[in-house]
């Protein structure tokens, strides 16, 4: 179980995600970020708790709803808001946005536009950490959508048959876009989908970041042991529409607010409380969080942009 | 009978539930193409019409969906598959290039594969490295396949009606930045033929070869060209496989030079077959070789400054003319 301090970590963290992405949103309708990008707000239980989960050297994968994983794997929010505005101290120097933030350094081995693509790449990186004994574990992020493509079915059972160090992390958020998973499954959980792989599947509460948290961490621990992959499925829910141009004709007022009432956040926050945590305890780790997020918008104005000489230089290694 | 103004995206609305209309075969299945409409919105209100069994919404499988589609044209139907990027085209390439290509040809001539596979390319909305690309010079190397690319609200309809009752799979190339731009279509059901180009201005001193978003940037170029006393032809392929030799060859017999105008990556685009055939069948004609203006070799980026410099735009193309024709 995660200790106290851990906890409030967690709920920072969560808080730093939340933030982050409402001030992008603010720069986007400004024109300051351009583009489209895909707001995780209502789903930060899930990269918080997975991430919490493992080791620093340890992996992760991440999606087109990439902001909260890169935070939650030890991202800086001024070289993220410098990606999202383009420019050339981001993470990618300003070449692949919102869409395909990486943080190599950090172990996150990027996100991706095309759905599903990610899971081969992180089963290839638990090959790689098998191959190399590093002892290393693979997390793999990805929605609900990607468990009916293609590259899942033949990813997910090459991990199974080799067993290797990877933990599937469906972020179940009941939509692929507009698609529904009542209609895109005929199964109910899609943690079910272990069963013909082989491996352990278990569906968790994806609102409640200490559920998550405990289910990779098992799920790592046995990975890491030789004991090979798992398929965790967090339900949750993303409180905002799929991307910039959605206008959310697909669902409910009723359900997004039935969900938001089940916020992740203030479900921590209220955690804390009644563990004891002073009020002003957190009141003061949310502005240390704006003070970091104002600093982010400042360093990612104030920051130049890549020429195409530089860019030209960056298509092939030298 | 009289025109009206309508957009690129509405046009292809237009033709396809014309279509559906007329032809009960004719279905639509892709990712969010029902109450969604389209993730640029070309099929809104089609659902409410035709239902959910004609217009189907897919879990994201690319591969299914093209495959499906084939399916279903093998045994009588006629859909019309929505692919939501051409970049995610890859993720069908396997059923597209194998598959639906080859089908007639390999059974000998037994089967048929009347389909369309409609999917956008283009750069210019800052979606960055996944969602920015124009991949249809790949499939216009594949026997078997016929691939179209219009430029304008008139001949997206056209053509889109000439794919559907087509009898071949036709990779139907649509342009992010065409969808919203507006042009006349006349009233009455009209069909484009495929296979053939359309001079869009008449000029004496060089031609612009080019199609799909190019094309309005040429005819800017033109105009600019113009003022500088360089009268340019600007010829719009419409169609690239087949593609009409012949009006590229009259074009170019006539202004004796030819400048080829894309955004893919130049490097081994379809831009660089159509210069090659050029030379090949007109050389005697050129004061000047002919010279392919195409994008960077670089993936697209975010930066909205790199992503401009990445394709041709109206300056460029200025700048290459006059080189060619001074």
Known sequence: MPTLQEKIQMFYTMYLIRRFEETAEELYMEGKIWGTFHLYIGEEAVAVGGCSALHPDDYITSTHRGHGHCIAKGADVKRMMAELMGKKTGYCLGLGGSMHIADVEKGNLGATGIVGSAIPIAVGAALGCKLMQTKKVVLCFFGDGAVNTGAFHEAVNLAAVFKLPVVFLCENNLYAMSFPTRKAFAIRDIAERALGYGIPGLAVDGMDVLAVHEAVFQAAERARSGGGPTLIEAKTYRFKGHSKSDKNVYRTKEEIKQWMERCPIKRMESLLLEEGVAASVLEELKHKVEDEIQDAVRFGLESEELTLEEARRLVYAE | ?326
């Open chain 2, 1 to 326: 009978m009289p025109n009206k103004t309508i957009t690129y995206a509405e046009a292809i609305r237009e033709a396809l539930r014309e279509e559906m209309r007329r032809d009960p075969t004719v279905f639509l299945i892709g990712e969010d193409i029902g109450l969604y409409g389209g993730a640029f919105g070309v099929t809104q209100g089609l659902i409410e019409e035709f239902g959910a069994e004609r217009v189907i919404d897919t879990p994201i499988s690319e591969a299914a969906i093209a495959g499906a589609a084939i399916g279903a044209a093998l045994v009588g139907m006629r859909p019309v598959a929505e692919i939501m990027f051409f970049d995610f085209m890859t993720l069908c390439a396997d059923q597209v290039v194998n598959q639906a290509a080859k089908i007639r040809f390999m059974f000998g001539g037994k089967a048929r594969v009347p389909m369309v596979l409609r999917s956008p390319i283009g750069s210019g909305t800052g979606a960055a490295g996944h969602h920015s690309g124009s991949l249809e010079s790949w499939f216009t190397h594949v026997p078997g396949l016929k691939v179209v690319a219009p430029a304008t609200a008139y001949d997206a309809k056209g053509l889109l009606k000439s794919a559907i009752r087509d009898d071949n799979p036709v990779i139907f190339v649509e342009h992010k930045l065409l969808y919203r731009t507006k042009g006349d279509v006349p009233e009455e059901d009209y069909q484009v033929p495929i296979g053939k180009g359309e001079v869009k201005r008449e000029g004496k001193d060089i031609t612009l070869v080019t199609y799909s978003i190019m094309v309005s940037r040429s005819l800017e170029a033109a105009k600019i060209l113009s003022q500088q006393g360089i009268e340019a032809e600007v010829l719009d392929l419409r169609s690239l496989r087949p593609l009409d030799e012949e009006t590229i060859i009259r074009s170019v017999k006539k202004t004796n030079r030819a400048l080829v105008v894309y955004e893919p990556s130049k490097f081994g685009a379809f831009g660089a077959e159509v210069a090659a055939l050029i030379t090949e069948k007109a050389f005697d004609y050129l004061d000047a070789p002919v010279v392919r203006l195409g994008g960077e070799e670089m993936p697209p980026p975010y930066n909205p400054n790199l992503e401009k410099k990445l394709v041709p735009q109206v300056e460029d193309i200025v700048r290459a003319a006059r080189e060619m024709v001074s």
